[in-house]
């Protein structure tokens, strides 16, 4: 794992982050200057790309991507590894992932607190500082909880939740040295396991048995 301030030696960077209700974009155009960030709070689709665009970003120049690939929402999340597939092949640049509770938990330095997301079905993604990130069910979660404000939830609120600001412009200053960056191969959404299917049986169609 490499930190940002690593890869600005491999600048232009864009950071794209569209795991909240708002799109976040940062663009460092070199390993000494301030990044430049962009919003959108509308839908991912649209979003992300007029967030890109209002930074007069050359997506030819840029030599390495970052993305938040979980957790959060995962339409925001797919659509930003869409475009990343689609980007990389414009030059050769290298796409890196981060998780956007690890830096949550990395910028603000709190070693007591669970920061959680909704993973639906009462289970939540937990990330604590010096432990791996995990899904775990609402009866399992240890307070202090802390969850970054414009993250949907579908589970019952946990008793005692914080609300705090998610916003990269000030988190990734605070998270510079930290090492919390993955190579990403192929962009998509982070899953805790791969998913599994049934094998469907072909079978000759009956008659109803109470007809």
Known sequence: MKSLSQLLSEAPVLILDATSSKVQVGLYKNKTS???YAYSTEESGIGLFKAVESLSCKLTEVKTFIYANTPGSVLGVRTVAMALRIWKTLGSSQVYSYNALALLAEAT???D???IADAR???WHAYKLGSLASRTATPDLISPLVMPEGFRTWSTLPKDLKIVPYNIEHL???AMSTAL???SENPD???YEQPSYVT?????HRKPLNV
């Open 34 to 36: 301030l990044g430049q």
């Open 109 to 111: 330095k709190q070693p």
């Open 113 to 115: 607190v669970t920061y």
């Open 121 to 123: 079905r009462e289970t």
């Open 172 to 174: 990734w200053p605070l």
């Open 181 to 183: 960056l993955s190579p």
């Open 189 to 191: 959404a982070f899953l």
């Open 200 to 204: 469907w049986d072909p079978q000759i």
